[in-house]
């Protein structure tokens, strides 16, 4: 019912930058909120940063000043401009999206990604 498809990852110097895009699409009347988060090697998913629909936006305390959540909503994408890259943010990173759908089921519904891996270098 719901597609969400993550890109941009990649391997990075540290200090270095990328930008992760995430699209959702199929049977959407509205989106509440997107976010994104990662899981490195051994420890559990947690969350990057998130943004609902009246536009604010929430971080994690050791991505504050450095990641940048965006989104367009026309397009249903949301972006992740993550600068001042370092070894820790390695990972894979996960959109989510919560959303309620047109095909007349009550309620919210959340939707993951299939994950972009990045990679920051020491």
């Known amino acids: 019912q719901v597609q969400v498809v993550e890109s941009g990852g990649g391997l990075v110097q540290a200090g270095g930058s990328l930008r992760l895009s995430c699209a959702a699409s199929?049977?959407?009347?509205?989106?509440?909120?997107m976010g994104w988060y990662r899981q490195a090697p051994g420890k559990k998913r947690e969350l990057v940063a998130s943004?609902?629909?009246?536009?604010?936006?929430n971080y994690a305390d050791s991505v504050k000043g450095r990641f940048t959540i965006s989104r367009t909503n026309v397009k249903n994408t949301v972006y992740l401009q993550m600068n001042s890259l370092k070894p820790e943010d390695t990972g894979v990173y996960y959109c989510?999206?919560?959303?309620?759908?047109?095909?007349?089921?009550?309620?919210?519904?959340?939707?993951w990604g299939q994950g972009t891996k990045v990679t920051v270098s020491s």
């Open positions: 943004i609902i629909s009246a536009g604010s936006t």
């Open positions: 199929g049977s959407i009347r509205k989106i509440n909120a």
């Open positions: 989510n999206c919560n959303v309620e759908l047109d095909n007349g089921l009550p309620g919210n519904y959340a939707y």
